[in-house]
């Protein structure tokens, strides 16, 4: 399929691609080089090794090609759209797993930059981890990266590239892994429901994925909400059946109040982990939380349920369920809980505690100014490092990247391995952040506003204000990515690594 272009930025990233061994006056390729080097990331930088997986495995193995793909995102007669995505089809990828399957598989970059897949959930070894420079080099265009793990726990969780991650998932780098073998007893129906905006204007055609005062606020949204890449689909369902739906917010920018109208739905999982069943009013998910929920689906054929966002002006329908026969015959709907993972419990006595306020950034990035290629467009140096030229926020007065963007910054704070810490997040700004950590699944314990049920997580809302605190059992070792999952916060500096050693 012939390359198509209309993605500017990418364009201008494979310019600097292409210049990298390439002697400018201007000196940009030295800086490339030499930022790398001294990152201690260069050419010569070794990675952390996974382990083997053992001989006599078979793993399920899938090809993921990130390339632009057309998906018709908006009804004909407008036009299809030149998305970005690992597979063809009419939505993003739905991976499935039992729990004990090993995973392999192959990135295939075909986009025009480097890329990489973090696998966002999942407690796997840090040489996995997907984080271009820190955990692994960055696949550039043309080159391939194989991922093989186990994932440990059952759940819904997802990947994405962890590099310009505001462009590349922007237009649609994303999948949906899903690991199976959590049920006590099983539903007649399993749904996927990715939600997403894409940032397409009316006539259909992509706009900036980043705005300063996007980045500088709540974040910028788009204008065409999806659920599977389509706008308020209507998914068909058994009629009298017990439903299980895998939600997953995998916006950059807008929190949901996920809630369901027609009948009564549980949340039985939280970011793929097992909670006792909890009554649904409205559950809050940031970008990249997820939730599962149960219900029983209405047992007159043609009748239909609606998936609600409440954080909004006006209730939105986000998707609509339709029982369609025949009818099934089942005892009366009890939410059956799921099957916990083996998480590790925190030990909280005596456990340290780590805090983590969450501010504005007040140290702008001294960045070299950009640089006019021949050809008209710009090349800005923070590009060809995962970089930003603006930093808006930070971690404890941290931005990413720190005083200087040629190194790696230090780690925010070293975990004991096999210690329990708490981490207090304190957000001193007006905005809401969804704050993920790789590696390692967190509990959340409590919040200053006291509405907390303790759930185990991988991302979590910290609302103006308001401090919470998570904790978790350090015993991943490497260092690990700790970041807004609000894309545009985490590209303009909210960001850091912590390690457990
Ligand atoms: Cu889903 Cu570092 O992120
Ligand atoms: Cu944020």
């Known amino acids: 399929m012939p390359r198509r272009s209309g993605h500017k930025p990418i364009n201008r990233r494979r310019a600097i691609l292409s210049l990298g061994g390439v002697v400018l006056g201007a000196g940009i390729g030295q800086f490339a080089t030499r930022a790398l080097a001294e990152s201690g990331k260069g050419a010569n930088q070794t990675y952390p090794v996974a382990p083997e997986m053992p001989a006599g495995v078979q793993p399920t ?48 970059n075909e986009i025009q930059e480097h890329t990489t897949i973090h696998w966002h959930g999942i407690r796997l070894p840090v040489a996995m981890d997907g984080v271009p420079y820190l955990t ?33 998932l922007g237009h649609g780098l994303a999948g949906v892994l899903v690991v199976e073998g959590d049920e006590t007893r099983p539903h007649d129906h399993d749904l996927v429901c990715a939600y997403r905006d894409w940032r397409i204007d009316e006539a259909g055609k992509f706009m900036p994925m980043m705005t300063t005062e996007g980045a500088a606020k709540a ?22 059946g017990d439903i299980r739906i895998r939600f997953l917010n ?79 015959q089942r005892p009366d709907f009890v ?8 998480i590790p419990e925190p030990q909280l006595e005596g456990a340290e505690t780590f805090p983590l306020r969450l501010g504005a950034s007040s140290v702008p990035a001294d960045l070299p100014p950009d640089l ?72 959340v314990l409590s919040s200053s506003k006291g ?12 609302a103006p204000k308001e401090r919470v605190k998570i904790a978790l059992v350090a015993d991943n070792p490497g260092d690990w990515m700790i970041h807004c ?17």
């Open 61 to 108: 193995s899938v090809m993921l090609t990130a390339k632009a793909r057309l998906r018709q995102l908006k009804p004909a007669p407008l036009p299809p759209n030149d998305i970005y995505d690992y597979a063809d089809g009419d939505g993003p990828i739905v991976m499935r797993l039992k729990q004990g399957d090993w995973l392999e598989a192959k990135l295939v």
């Open 136 to 168: 692994q080099p960055p696949v550039l265009p043309g080159e391939s990266f194989t991922y093989r793990f186990q994932p440990p726990d059952t759940g819904t969780f997802f990947f994405h590239p962890h590099c310009n991650t505001v462009e590349q």
């Open 219 to 240: 974040g910028t949204f788009g204008q065409h909400r999806t659920i599977n890449d389509q706008e308020h689909p209507v998914f068909k369902v058994p009629a009298g």
């Open 250 to 328: 995998l916006d950059m920018a807008r929190v949901l109040d996920l809630g369901v109208t027609g009948t009564e739905a549980w949340v039985i999982a939280t970011d793929g982990n097992a909670l006792p069943p909890i009554k649904l009013k409205s559950w809050r998910l940031g970008p990249a939380m997820r939730a599962d929920l149960t219900l029983r689906a209405p047992a007159t054929a043609g009748t239909r349920i609606q998936l609600v966002n409440y954080y909004a002006a006006q209730p939105i329908v986000m998707a609509e369920l339709e029982a369609v026969g025949p009818v099934l």
């Open 335 to 342: 939410p059956a809980p799921l099957k916990p993972s083996a």
């Open 372 to 443: 006019v290629l021949p050809d008209g467009s710009v090349l800005r140096y923070a590009d060809a490092l995962c970089l930003t030229p603006n930093t808006f926020w930070a971690f404890n007065g941290q931005p990413w990247p720190s005083q200087s963007h040629e190194v790696l910054p230090p780690p925010l704070v070293t975990f004991q391995r096999g210690r329990t810490y708490v981490i207090e997040l304190i957000n001193q700004t007006p905005h809401i952040h969804p704050v993920h950590l790789h590696g390692h699944t967190f509990k």
């Open 451 to 462: 509405d907390i049920v303790p759930h185990f997580a991988d991302t979590t809302i910290v």
């Open 485 to 501: 999952h609000i894309i545009e916060h985490q590209d303009t500096g909210m960001m850091g690594i912590f390690r457990v050693a």
